[in-house]
């Protein structure tokens, strides 16, 4: 299956811990990546390969994989962390594309 | 600092062929480091990648859209394009353009325009 499955959403209070996770059997020979969205905005990549954390992201974002599940993890949760947060990979190659369906993080 | 900008109409009728452009800046799209992508987003729900290409003229499209869809690149103007054909209200999305790395585990998007709204109506 090519599908990437995600919770449509998570909440969790400022200074909090969230952890959105994404399953998909694709994740268990590819890279996961993530992306941060924010209302009006385009998708901003906020972890790479899985667990690299891009040039100016904030260390409260990790990522981690487990077989077919991969999560990421927001630690300290602010509230400029609300957002929809998309995981990608590929499936079939690494050239073909597939998104998760995305999740909203509520900072109540 | 790379940017993109997508450019077209707003407004397609259904049945014809929407038709984008992406302009590149900061940066060649001949880079032979780099593929290039569109994707989509429908108002109010997830992200659909759509195609990519290389300057070369290389180009991978998603299996539900393959039919539909043209990716070309105009490399003396440093743009891509990107061709959808038979439209309906269903195509109506945010479409976004896309630097791509082409990276083994996974092909990923890096640099994105600031995306444009397409409507599919009469």
């Known amino acids: 299956s090519s599908e990437l499955t995600q919770p449509p959403s998570v909440s969790v209070s400022p200074g909090q811990t969230a952890r959105i996770t994404c399953f998909g059997d694709a994740l268990s020979r590819r890279y996961a990546f993530w992306y941060q969205q924010k209302p009006g905005q385009a998708p901003v990549m906020v972890i790479s390969k899985g667990t690299q954390r891009p040039s100016g992201i904030p260390e409260r974002f990790s990522g981690s994989s487990s077989g077919t599940t991969v999560t990421l993890t927001i630690s300290g949760v602010q509230a400029e962390d609300e957002a929809d947060y998309y995981c990608?990979?590929?499936?079939?190659?690494?050239?073909?594309?597939?998104f998760g369906g995305g999740t909203k993080l509520t900072v109540l | 600092q790379l940017q993109l900008q997508e450019s077209g109409p707003g407004l397609v009728k259904p049945s014809e062929t929407l038709s984008l452009t992406c302009s590149v800046s900061?940066?060649?799209?001949?880079?032979?480091?780099?593929?290039w992508g569109w994707i989509r987003q429908p108002p109010g729900k997830g992200l659909e990648w759509i195609g990519s290409m290389y300057y070369g003229g290389r180009t991978y499209y998603n299996s539900s859209l393959k039919s539909r869809v043209t990716i070309s690149v105009d490399t003396s103007k440093n743009q891509f394009s990107l061709k959808l054909s038979s439209v309906t209200a269903a195509d109506t999305a945010v479409f976004y353009c896309?630097?791509?790395?082409?990276?083994?585990?996974?092909?990923?998007?890096?640099?994105w325009g600031q995306g444009t709204l397409v409507t599919v109506s009469s």
């Open positions: 900061g940066g060649s799209i001949s880079s032979s480091s780099y593929y």
């Open positions: 990608q990979s590929a499936a079939s190659s690494d050239s073909y594309v597939v």
């Open positions: 896309a630097r791509q790395i082409p990276s083994v585990g996974g092909y990923y998007f890096d640099y």
